[in-house]
Structure formats: structure tokens, C-alpha cells
């Protein structure tokens, strides 16, 4: 029979196994699992609540109302998507900066945000670079005999076109800093950290399996868009391992930044193709795309298209050999994995 002082013994190891799942003591905070899933609430909550307020307060009937006198019907629902987007945008931004700070216990420059020379470089080859992958595609696209251009847009600085356009600017840059400082910055950072602790995951395991699940994700999260297909799904999966390699080789931000920025902007502002099953409006070439939607993408976009997944192919490549360039050298940066904790 247990002694007294072996009994409590056995329930402080019971209790430290119990909170050990839930508290890492050598770091002093939350383990990854649930520092994601306390910040993903958070930002459920945030968005809900400013949802609701805008609702009640009728703050969009009253901005439109104020508008529709020198703002045509078309650029008004622009400016709307544009808001809702950006007001989404800024919740990432404080959610991960606040998630980053009290339970992460890390700088908000640790999730990718540097902001050295070394950083701008990057963050313009990444703008030249999805620029550049996208108009291969259209070229690839038009001399296939599957894009024709309809018209181009003859009065680009007219209060409506003008207004949709800076919208779609606008819209794009909200999406390339937010998407990649949710999916990459914190989701990818977080889970590779977390796994680093599972049996037999060495450093580059855990970044491999982390850039894997969070790709999963990044794709599912667009199943839901507009003309998407099963191999719309795969294809933007496949994006968030492109859209990575970037983060993991540089342990910042700035090329994915910039080549989703581009990506999406030359996709369906300047080409007018659908942007992961969305049709914009304003575009400075109005295009029609024919020919088979298992290369083009279709409906969905290049995205969608074998075309597009081999311009992210090439693009990965790109990107390996200019950061090699760059660099002198090229890996997988394994910070990814070790936290950068603003106080022991």
C-alpha cells in the first residue's frame, strides 16, 4: 500500500503529465496546438464582432448613400469587397501581433517582417517575379489560341474604372500581406515549432510536415470560392507550398509577400482573368478564354489549369536559384522552428 508521501508524489506527476500537454515549462507559455487555437478564436470573435457592429451602426448603407452621387454602382460594390477585405486584413494583423506578444511571447518581426535592405530586395524580385510568372501564362495562353483580347480599357483614369482599379490595387495588397502573414508567418512558424517536440521529427520533418499541413489548408480554405474544382483545390495547395518556399529559405516574408501581390493583381486586373473563381471588375485587357479547362483553369482562373501549376513550378525554381544567388547559398532555414522568445 502507498505511503502518504508516495501517494501526493504519484498525483504531482499526474498533475505536472496533465499540464505538461497544455504548458511547455522551459518556455514558460502555451504549447503550439493551443496558442493556434486560441488565436484562430480570437479572430473569429474580432471579425463576428466588428461584423455585427457595422451591421447595427449601418456604416455601409451610409458610406454608399454619401458616395453614389460621383461614384457609379459597379465602383461602389468594388469599394465595398474592399473594405470588408481590409477590415479582415487588419484584424489578422492585430490578432497575430497580439498572439504573437502574449502568447507566442515573440517580436512581430520574428514572424518575417525584418525590414532590412535585404528584405526590400527580396520583396521586389517577388512583385517582378508574379508579374512575370503570370504573363507567361497569358503568352503561353494566347499563342495556344485560348485567350483573345476583347478590348483594352480606353479610359483607365474615368471615376468609375479608376475608382475599381485602385480597388483591386488595394484589394490584392490586403490579401498578398494578411494571407501570407496568417498561413506562413504564424500557422507555418507555430506548427513547425510544435512539432519540433514529437518523437523522431527532427528540425527538417517538422518544417516539411508543417509546410505540407498548412498547403492542405490553404487549399481547403479555397475549396469553397466560386467554380472551384477538385483540381482547383490540389493546385492552390500546391500554391502554399510555392508561396513558402520563400519563408522557409529566407525566414522572411517578402518574396511571398510581393509575389502574391502580383500574382493575383496581373491575374485579374491587368489580364482579366478570374482570380481563384472570382471575376473582377474593372481590367486593362478584357479577355475570353477558351480551350480546355484542365490547362487554362476555366471559370476558377489559371489557378484552376495545369498551365498555372507549371508557372508555379518554374516559380519555385526561381526562387531557389535567387536566393542561392543572393545568398551564396540555399537550405531550409531551421529558425523556422526555433522560436525567437521575447523573455525567458
Given at each position: 500500500?502507498?505511503?502518504?508521501?508516495?501517494?501526493?508524489?504519484?498525483?504531482?506527476?499526474v498533475v505536472s503529465g496533465v499540464l505538461g500537454l497544455f504548458w511547455n515549462r522551459e518556455e514558460r507559455r502555451l504549447r503550439a496546438p493551443w496558442r493556434l487555437a486560441l488565436a484562430l478564436v480570437c479572430f473569429g470573435v474580432l471579425v463576428a464582432a466588428?461584423?455585427?457592429?457595422?451591421?447595427?451602426?449601418?456604416?455601409?448603407?451610409?458610406?454608399?448613400?454619401?458616395?453614389?452621387?460621383?461614384?457609379?454602382?459597379?465602383?461602389?460594390?468594388?469599394?465595398?469587397?474592399?473594405?470588408?477585405?481590409?477590415?479582415?486584413?487588419?484584424?489578422?494583423?492585430?490578432?497575430?501581433?497580439?498572439?504573437?506578444?502574449?502568447?507566442?511571447?515573440?517580436?512581430?518581426?520574428?514572424?518575417?517582417?525584418?525590414?532590412?535592405?535585404?528584405?526590400?530586395?527580396?520583396?521586389?524580385?517577388?512583385?517582378?517575379?508574379?508579374?512575370?510568372?503570370?504573363?507567361?501564362?497569358?503568352?503561353?495562353?494566347?499563342?495556344?489560341?485560348?485567350?483573345?483580347?476583347?478590348?483594352?480599357?480606353?479610359?483607365?483614369?474615368?471615376?468609375?474604372?479608376?475608382?475599381?482599379?485602385?480597388?483591386?490595387?488595394?484589394?490584392?495588397?490586403?490579401?498578398?500581406?494578411?494571407?501570407?502573414?496568417?498561413?506562413?508567418?504564424?500557422?507555418?512558424?507555430?506548427?513547425?515549432?510544435?512539432?519540433?517536440?514529437?518523437?523522431?521529427?527532427?528540425?527538417?520533418?517538422?518544417?516539411?510536415?508543417?509546410?505540407?499541413?498548412?498547403?492542405?489548408?490553404?487549399?481547403?480554405?479555397?475549396?469553397?470560392?466560386?467554380?472551384?474544382?477538385?483540381?482547383?483545390?490540389?493546385?492552390?495547395?500546391?500554391?502554399?507550398?510555392?508561396?513558402?518556399?520563400?519563408?522557409?529559405?529566407?525566414?522572411?516574408?517578402?518574396?511571398?509577400?510581393?509575389?502574391?501581390?502580383?500574382?493575383?493583381?496581373?491575374?485579374?486586373?491587368?489580364?482579366?482573368?478570374?482570380?481563384?473563381?472570382?471575376?473582377?471588375?474593372?481590367?486593362?485587357?478584357?479577355?475570353?478564354?477558351?480551350?480546355?479547362?484542365?490547362?487554362?483553369?476555366?471559370?476558377?482562373?489559371?489557378?484552376?489549369?495545369?498551365?498555372?501549376?507549371?508557372?508555379?513550378?518554374?516559380?519555385?525554381?526561381?526562387?531557389?536559384?535567387?536566393?542561392?544567388?543572393?545568398?551564396?547559398?540555399?537550405?531550409?532555414?531551421?529558425?523556422?522552428?526555433?522560436?525567437?522568445?521575447?523573455?525567458?
Amino acid at each position: 500500500m502507498m505511503s502518504g508521501a508516495g501517494a501526493r508524489e504519484y498525483a504531482r506527476r499526474v498533475v505536472s503529465g496533465v499540464l505538461g500537454l497544455f504548458w511547455n515549462r522551459e518556455e514558460r507559455r502555451l504549447r503550439a496546438p493551443w496558442r493556434l487555437a486560441l488565436a484562430l478564436v480570437c479572430f473569429g470573435v474580432l471579425v463576428a464582432a466588428i461584423g455585427i457592429a457595422a451591421t447595427v451602426l449601418a456604416i455601409g448603407p451610409v458610406i454608399g448613400a454619401a458616395l453614389s452621387a460621383t461614384v457609379p454602382e459597379s465602383a461602389l460594390s468594388a469599394l465595398d469587397r474592399v473594405a470588408g477585405l481590409l477590415v479582415t486584413a487588419g484584424v489578422a494583423v492585430v490578432v497575430v501581433w497580439l498572439a504573437g506578444r502574449f502568447l507566442d511571447r515573440r517580436p512581430f518581426a520574428a514572424f518575417g517582417f525584418r525590414f532590412d535592405r535585404g528584405w526590400w530586395l527580396d520583396f521586389v524580385f517577388g512583385l517582378t517575379l508574379g508579374a512575370g510568372l503570370m504573363a507567361a501564362i497569358f503568352l503561353v495562353e494566347v499563342a495556344a489560341g485560348w485567350v483573345t483580347v476583347a478590348s483594352v480599357v480606353s479610359n483607365p483614369l474615368g471615376t468609375g474604372v479608376a475608382t475599381e482599379l485602385l480597388a483591386a490595387v488595394l484589394l490584392f495588397v490586403a490579401v498578398g500581406i494578411y494571407e501570407e502573414l496568417v498561413f506562413r508567418g504564424y500557422l507555418l512558424t507555430n506548427a513547425a515549432e510544435g512539432l519540433v517536440g514529437v518523437p523522431f521529427v527532427t528540425p527538417r520533418r517538422a518544417i516539411a510536415l508543417a509546410t505540407l499541413s498548412t498547403a492542405g489548408l490553404f487549399g481547403a480554405v479555397h475549396a469553397a470560392n466560386p467554380n472551384a474544382t477538385l483540381l482547383s483545390t490540389a493546385n492552390i495547395a500546391f500554391a502554399g507550398v510555392f508561396l513558402a518556399t520563400g519563408y522557409l529559405l529566407t525566414a522572411e516574408l517578402a518574396i511571398p509577400i510581393g509575389l502574391h501581390i502580383t500574382w493575383n493583381l496581373f491575374q485579374g486586373t491587368v489580364f482579366g482573368f478570374p482570380v481563384s473563381g472570382t471575376a473582377l471588375g474593372a481590367s486593362v485587357l478584357v479577355t475570353r478564354q477558351s480551350g480546355p479547362s484542365a490547362l487554362t483553369g476555366g471559370s476558377f482562373g489559371p489557378e484552376a489549369g495545369l498551365v498555372g501549376l507549371g508557372a508555379m513550378v518554374l516559380g519555385t525554381l526561381a526562387i531557389v536559384a535567387w536566393v542561392e544567388r543572393r545568398q551564396g547559398a540555399v537550405g531550409l532555414r531551421e529558425a523556422v522552428t526555433t522560436p525567437e522568445l521575447r523573455w525567458r
